[in-house]
T-cell receptor
Framework: EAQVTQNPRYLITVTGKKLTVTCSQN?????MSWYRQDPGLGLRQIYY???????DKGDVPEGYKVSRKEKRNFPLILESPSPNQTSLYFC???????????FGPGTRLTVL | AQKVTQAQTEISVVEKEDVTLDCVYE???????LFWYKQPPSGELVFLIR????DEQNEISGRYSWNFQKSTSSFNFTITASQVVDSAVYFC?????????????WGAGTKLIIKP
């Protein structure tokens, strides 16, 4: 089944404790992206990747890191999480920037 | 700069009413793409439609229809004979030309409540 998976789905952590949210797709897509969703703000792009070893900042990259060592995986790293990073996070992948995006189920992160 | 505005934060209608969700966009690109996605209460994001800037034909898919008007920079979405299952948050989004970077600009979303 074609899908984008994210883990974990729910995470409660404390300020400053490094964490990684994994994202994997099995559709051989070149493009992958991370978004955060906050009430009243819609989805905002954090980072994106157009292929292996090619990543770039989106609209809200501060406090986040990503890597794209393999085509299928695009982990999101929070080196020192803060409460303002409490949000719902989505990973997405697609064949081209202008095509339909396939989204993961979301990760709800709470930073205390 | 690119921007997508969904001015309606929340709409509430009674089942079987028609409802239109507005989407207004700003871009300097001559080639661009517009999307609608649905986010039901379960939280997943579901693709509904993509329209490119050269295709102004209206699209109809069952009870859903989309009206793209470049003259007013709008890409509105109408649900005819709404049903309770249409209750969701609907997002409009904009992407640039094929050779642009991979950035999709999203509206803030419109929460649609269909009452039985």
């Amino acid at each position: 089944e074609a899908q984008v998976t994210q883990n974990p789905r729910y995470l409660i952590t404390v300020t400053g404790k490094k964490l990684t949210v994994t994202c994997s797709q099995n559709m051989n897509h070149e493009y992958m992206s991370w978004y955060r969703q906050d009430p009243g703000l819609g989805l905002r792009q954090i980072y994106y990747s157009m292929n292996v070893e090619v990543t770039d900042k989106g609209d809200v990259p501060e406090g986040y890191k990503v890597s794209r060592k393999e085509k299928r995986n695009f982990p999101l790293i929070l080196e020192s999480p803060s409460p303002n990073q409490t949000s719902l996070y989505f990973c997405a992948s697609t064949t081209r920037a202008y095509n339909e995006q396939f989204f993961g189920p979301g990760t709800r992160l709470t930073v205390l | 700069a690119q921007k997508v505005t969904q001015a309606q934060t929340e709409i509430s209608v009674v089942e079987k009413e028609d409802v239109t969700l507005d989407c207004v966009y700003e871009t300097r690109d001559t080639t661009y793409y517009l999307f609608w996605y649905k986010q039901p209460p379960s939280g997943e994001l579901v693709f509904l439609i993509r329209r490119n800037s050269f295709d102004e034909q209206n699209e109809i898919s069952g009870r859903y229809s989309w009206n793209f008007q470049k003259s007013t920079s709008s890409f509105n979405f109408t649900i005819t004979a709404s049903q309770v299952v249409d209750s969701a948050v609907y997002f409009c989004a904009l992407s640039g030309p094929q050779d642009s970077n991979y950035q999709l600009i999203w509206g803030a979303g419109t929460k649609l409540i269909i009452k039985p």
